[in-house]
C-alpha cells in the first residue's frame, strides 16, 4: 500500500552509488535542454519567457516521484503550449496578467481531471482521441507552431487576425518591407548550429550550444537597442496624429470594458428578480451598445497600432542631448545618422508622450526575475474554472495521450511495467503542483525524454536532478539569460516541432482503413482552418470517429459464408464464390443490440426475397459476442416468422455469454437445442439433406464437407 501511494519507493531497491551517478548527468543533461526549450514553448503559449522556467521546476520532479515510468521527461512542450495560448486568447490578451492567471488556473484545471481520471482508473477514455484524429491534429499543430514562429524569426510586429491563415499572411507581407536582417541572421545561425550538432552527434545538448553562441554574439554586438524618447523628439506629425487616437481608443476601451463588468454583474442580479423584467431588457440593450463601442475601439486601436508600426525612423543625434527621431523618407541632406532603422514598439496599452519606447535593433528575452516565485494557489473564481473545463478536457487528453505513447516506448526498450493510471495521478499532480509554482500546463516531451534514455537514466531520480538544475538557474544564472535572442528560441520551436510532422501517418490510417485515412485528413484540414480554434479540430475529429464507429455498430457486416478452394468457410461476396441454393450460412460480425437489432432482420428479409430457393438459414454466431433485450426480441421475431414461412433455421458457435441470454429468456428452448450446434461444419452436416430433398441443385458447394465428413462417421 506505501509504494502504491509513494511509488518513488521502488526506486531505491538494489539502487547503487553508481546508478546514482548515471541518474546525476542524465538530469543535468536533460536540464541543458530543458531551459533554454521551455522558455521558448513559454512565448508560444502567449506567456513571458521565464515562465516556461517557473512551468520546469516542479513538474519533472513531481511526475517521476509519482508516475509509473521511470525515464518520462515532464514540462513544457509544444502542442499543449500551443492549446494553452489557443484556449486563452479569447479570455484575455496574451502576455497580460489576467491572461497568466488564467493559465495558472487552467494548469491546475487540468491537474485536477488528469488526477481524477487516474484515481478513479478511467484512463481509458484517452481512446476517444484515436489515432487518426490525433495525427490529423499534430501534423496540422505543428505546422501552426512552426508557422506561428516567422514573425519572431524575420523580427517583425503584427496583429492576430480573426483568421490564423490571415495573420501569417499579414507576417509575410512585413516581411518583405521590414525584415530585421540581425534577427533573420542570428535565428538562421541558431538553426544551423542545432541542425549540425544533432546530425553530428544526437547526444551533444544541440540546444543549449545554439543559445550560448547567439546569446554571446547578441551581448557583443549589442542586439537589443531600445531607447524612450519625448514624443517632441519624433519629428512627424503624422505619428503624433496616430498616437492621440491610439490613446484615445484605449482609454476608451479601458472604460467601456470596466462599464461592460460593472453592468454584466447588474444584470446578472436583476435576471434572478421577475419583476425586474423590463429593467433587464434595458440593461441587455445598454450592453450590446457597449460590447459595440468596444469592438469598435478595439478596430482604432489596432488600425492606429499598424500604423504607427510601419514608420521607419532614422536616429539623429540632437545637440541638446538625446537623439531626434525623422522618417527615412525625409532625412536632411547635412544629418548624420546611426545607421540603425528605428521603428517604434507598440503593445496593447497606451503610449506615455513622455516615454515612447523605440526599437533600433532586436528583441531578447531581457530581464528575468531572479529567484524561485512565490509558492501560492491562485484565487479560485468559479465561472473562469467552468469557462476553461473544454479546454481543460482537450488538453488533458492529448497532453496525456503524448506522454503515455512515449511512456510505453520507452518501457518497450527498458522491460519496465508501466501504469497509465498511475502515469495520469503522476501527471494530474506535477500540473497541480506545478500551478502553485505560477507554472501553466505541461506533459511529457518526446525530445527530453529520448535525451533522458539515451544518457542512460536508471530512475526517476534523474528527472529530480532536472528540478534542481531549473532551480539553480533561477536563483543564479538568470543575468546570463537576459541578451538571449526571441528569434534563436522562435528557432528552438521550429527545430522541436519538425518531428511532430507524420506525412506517413496518413498513409498508414488510409490503407488500414479508407475512413480512418479520411478522417485524419479532415481532422488536419480543419484544424488549420479553424485555427487559432484549435479545439474545434480535435471536436470535428473527435465526431467523425464516433459517428463512423456508430455506423459501423448500426450496419454490422452479415456475410453469406460459402466454401473457398481451401475448403475453409468464407464470406461468398468477397471471394466471389458459389453460394449453395437452398442453405444460406450467415455470419453476424458484432454485437447484437437495440442499435441493429433491427439490421439482421432486414438482411435476411432481403434475401428471402432475392434467393427464391432457400429453405434453411444457418446464422452462425461466432461474430456475435454480446446480445441484449432488444437482440433477443428480435432474434425470437425472426425465428418464430422464418419457422411460419417454413423455412428451417438453426444456430452454431454461440459463445457463453449469449448462450446464458438465451437460456434465461427461454429462448434457446423456442429454438430447440437439437437446432444448436458448436460449430458450422456440424450444422451443414445436419441439415444438408433435409434442405436439398428432392432438389435439382447440380452441385452445391457444401457437398464436399457433407460427403467428407459421412465418410468420416
Given amino acids: 500500500m506505501i509504494v502504491k501511494v509513494f511509488p518513488f519507493l521502488e526506486w531505491f531497491k538494489n539502487y547503487s552509488t553508481k546508478d546514482f551517478r548515471i541518474d546525476f548527468i542524465a538530469g543535468i543533461t536533460v536540464a541543458l535542454v530543458l531551459i533554454p526549450q521551455s522558455m521558448a514553448y513559454a512565448q508560444l503559449a502567449g506567456l513571458p519567457p521565464y515562465y516556461g522556467l517557473y512551468a520546469a521546476f516542479i513538474p519533472p520532479m513531481i511526475a517521476s516521484l509519482f508516475g509509473s515510468s521511470r525515464q518520462l521527461a515532464t514540462g513544457p512542450v509544444a502542442v499543449v503550449s500551443l492549446m494553452t495560448a489557443a484556449s486563452l486568447e479569447p479570455l484575455a490578451p496574451a502576455g497580460s496578467q489576467v491572461f497568466i492567471t488564467y493559465a495558472i488556473m487552467l494548469a491546475i484545471t487540468v491537474g485536477v481531471f488528469q488526477f481524477a481520471l487516474g484515481v478513479f482508473k478511467l484512463g481509458l477514455i484517452v481512446n476517444f482521441l484515436s489515432h487518426p484524429v490525433v495525427n490529423g491534429f499534430t501534423n496540422a499543430a505543428a505546422i501552426i507552431i512552426a508557422s506561428s514562429q516567422l514573425s519572431k524569426l524575420f523580427g517583425v510586429y503584427v496583429d492576430d487576425a480573426p483568421h490564423y491563415y490571415e495573420t501569417i499572411i499579414r507576417v509575410v507581407q512585413d516581411a518583405f518591407r521590414y525584415t530585421h536582417i540581425p534577427t533573420l541572421l542570428l ?13 553530428v552527434n544526437p547526444k551533444i545538448p544541440y540546444v543549449l550550444v545554439a543559445v550560448v553562441i547567439t546569446t554571446l554574439i547578441s551581448w557583443g554586438m549589442g542586439f537589443e537597442h531600445n531607447t524612450k524618447v519625448p514624443l517632441q523628439n519624433i519629428d512627424s506629425e503624422g505619428v503624433r496624429e496616430s498616437i492621440a487616437r491610439f490613446n484615445q481608443a484605449v482609454e476608451d476601451n479601458s472604460k467601456d470594458g470596466k462599464a461592460r463588468t460593472d453592468l454584466t454583474a447588474k444584470l446578472e442580479k436583476d435576471r434572478k428578480d421577475p419583476a425586474l423584467a423590463e429593467e433587464v431588457l434595458l440593461l441587455e440593450f445598454e450592453l450590446k451598445k457597449l460590447i459595440f463601442n468596444i469592438d469598435r475601439c478595439k478596430s482604432i486601436a489596432a488600425e492606429q497600432r499598424r500604423k504607427l508600426r510601419d514608420f521607419q525612423f532614422a536616429g539623429i543625434e540632437n ?167 526571441q528569434t534563436v528560441l522562435a528557432g528552438v520551436i521550429m527545430m522541436a ?49 464516433l459517428g463512423v464507429f456508430l455506423y459501423k455498430c448500426m450496419r454490422p457486416k452479415v456475410a453469406t459464408l460459402s466454401r473457398d478452394e481451401d475448403d475453409a468457410l468464407r464470406d461468398s461476396a468477397a471471394c466471389q464464390l458459389l453460394r ?69 433455421v438453426s444456430f452454431s458457435g454461440i459463445n457463453e455469454s449469449v448462450m446464458s441470454v438465451l437460456k434465461r429468456t427461454h429462448l434457446y428452448e423456442e429454438i430447440g437445442g437439437n437446432n444448436i450446434f458448436p460449430t458450422m461444419e456440424k450444422a451443414i452436416v445436419s441439415v444438408h439433406t433435409a434442405a436439398h430433398k428432392d432438389s435439382e441443385e447440380d452441385s452445391c458447394p457444401l457437398l464436399v464437407t457433407c460427403r467428407m465428413t459421412e465418410s468420416m462417421n
Avoid at 514598439?345 to 526575475?369: Q, Y
Avoid at 482503413?513 to 488536419?524: C, P
Avoid at 426475397?609 to 426480441?633: C, P, Q, T, V, Y
Fill in 319 to 485: 545637440p541638446t542631448g538625446g537623439m531626434i527621431f525623422v522618417p527615412k523618407d525625409r532625412i536632411p541632406a547635412e544629418a548624420v545618422t546611426d545607421g540603425r532603422v528605428w521603428r517604434m514598439k507598440i503593445g496593447t496599452s497606451a503610449i506615455d508622450m513622455s516615454k515612447v519606447p523605440m526599437t533600433g535593433g532586436g528583441a531578447v528575452v531581457g530581464e528575468i526575475p531572479k529567484g524561485l516565485p512565490a509558492l501560492e494557489m491562485p484565487e479560485a473564481n468559479g465561472a473562469v474554472f467552468l469557462q476553461l473545463i473544454p479546454y481543460a478536457v482537450i488538453i488533458s487528453l492529448l497532453g496525456f495521450m503524448e506522454a503515455i505513447a512515449i511512456a510505453k516506448a520507452m518501457a518497450a526498450k527498458t522491460g519496465q511495467r508501466l501504469d497509465p493510471n498511475q502515469e495520469l495521478i503522476g501527471q494530474g499532480l506535477a500540473n497541480i503542483l506545478g500551478a502553485i509554482g505560477k507554472g501553466y500546463p505541461v506533459s511529457g516531451s518526446f525530445s527530453r525524454s529520448a535525451v533522458n534514455l539515451q544518457s542512460g537514466a536508471v530512475s526517476g531520480m534523474s528527472s529530480v536532478i532536472t528540478s534542481l538544475g531549473v532551480v539553480l538557474t533561477l536563483l543564479f544564472f538568470t543575468p546570463f539569460l537576459y541578451h538571449l535572442p
Fill in 580 to 648: 449453395c441454393e437452398h442453405i444460406d450460412l450467415i455470419r453476424f460480425d458484432g454485437p447484437l443490440f437495440f442499435a441493429n437489432a433491427s439490421y439482421l432482420e432486414d438482411e435476411i428479409n432481403d434475401r428471402i426475397i432475392n434467393r427464391k430457393k432457400l429453405r434453411h438459414f444457418i446464422i452462425a454466431a461466432n461474430g456475435i459476442n454480446d446480445m441484449d433485450a432488444s437482440g433477443e426480441e428480435m432474434l425470437a421475431l425472426v425465428v418464430q416468422r422464418l419457422r411460419s414461412a417454413g423455412y428451417g
Fill in 187 to 199: 535565428g538562421i545561425l541558431a538553426i544551423g548550429v542545432m541542425y549540425g550538432l544533432k546530425r
Fill in 497 to 545: 516541432v519538425i518531428g511532430l510532422i507524420n506525412v506517413s501517418g496518413f498513409i498508414h490510417a488510409w490503407r488500414a482503413q479508407w475512413y480512418d485515412g479520411a478522417i485524419s485528413v479532415i481532422t488536419f484540414i480543419a484544424t488549420l482552418a479553424m485555427a487559432p480554434h484549435l479545439e474545434k479540430g480535435i471536436y470535428l475529429g473527435v465526431a467523425l470517429s
